[in-house]
């Protein structure tokens, strides 16, 4: 079957580094997406990895292993405005994407 | 500026009643995909399409209908809406996949009494 797994729910505060983990079962995967989405807005792309390793952009990396199924997004220097819900999402074949329930992170002052 | 358009934004409506939920892009992306988001279940593709008269069902196709005549619009139909498709809809375009981010529309959020 087709799973995605990513914790419901996190808290870290401001200034601090936070890491979201996603675990996946996917058949004839083809790449892991993360997206950003604001209460009440759509999605917007962060990152994509289809090679295991670290894809770094400014505050955000995403890391991938192919071989655990594994995933993780990391975020630094959080700021209040990183207070979202982080979604993750597998690519199946060339048309197909299924995503995780998402993580929603508060960030404290 | 690039941009993938919904209407309407907000619909209640009733049991039976068909409607359709309008989706264009003007980036000229071949894929093009319907999702619904609900809480505690997260986005789930509908449809989608790869490229002009070219569909395919997603993971939650049933009640639902498409069309893709036009490269730039993906209509999402309802033929007789029920209340568990009550939920927030949401378009998605890109250039082709493999790879490709998807840009999403503002959502439309749809309640079937």
């Known amino acids: 079957g087709q799973n995605i797994d990513q914790p419901t729910e996190m808290t870290a505060t401001e200034g601090a580094i936070v890491q979201i983990n996603c675990t996946y079962q996917t058949s004839g995967f083809n790449g892991l997406f993360w997206y950003q989405q604001h209460a009440g807005e759509a999605p917007t792309f962060l990152s994509y990895n289809v090679l295991d390793g670290l894809e770094e952009k400014g505050r955000f990396s995403s890391f991938l292993s192919r071989s655990k199924g594994y995933s993780y997004l990391l975020l630094k220097e959080l700021q209040m405005k990183d207070s979202a819900s982080y979604l993750c999402?597998?690519?199946?074949?060339?048309?197909?994407?299924?995503f995780g329930t998402g993580t929603r992170l508060k960030v404290l002052a | 500026e690039a941009q993938v358009t919904q209407n309407p934004r907000y619909l209640i409506t009733v049991t039976g009643k068909k409607l359709t939920v309008t989706c264009s892009q003007n980036?000229?992306?071949?894929?093009m995909s319907w999702y619904r988001q609900d809480p505690g279940l997260g986005l789930r593709q509908i449809y989608y399409s790869m490229n002009v008269e070219v569909t395919d069902k997603g993971d939650v196709p049933e009640g639902y209908k498409v069309s893709r005549k036009e490269k730039r619009n993906f209509p999402l139909i309802l033929e007789s809406p029920s209340p568990n498709q009550t939920s927030l809809y949401f378009c998605?375009?890109?250039?082709?996949?493999?790879?490709?981010?998807?840009?999403f529309g503002d959502g439309t959020r749809l309640s079937i009494l």
């Open positions: 999402a597998a690519l199946s074949g060339t048309y197909k994407y299924i």
């Open positions: 998605a375009s890109s250039s082709q996949t493999g790879g490709r981010p998807q840009h």
């Open positions: 980036m000229n992306h071949e894929y």
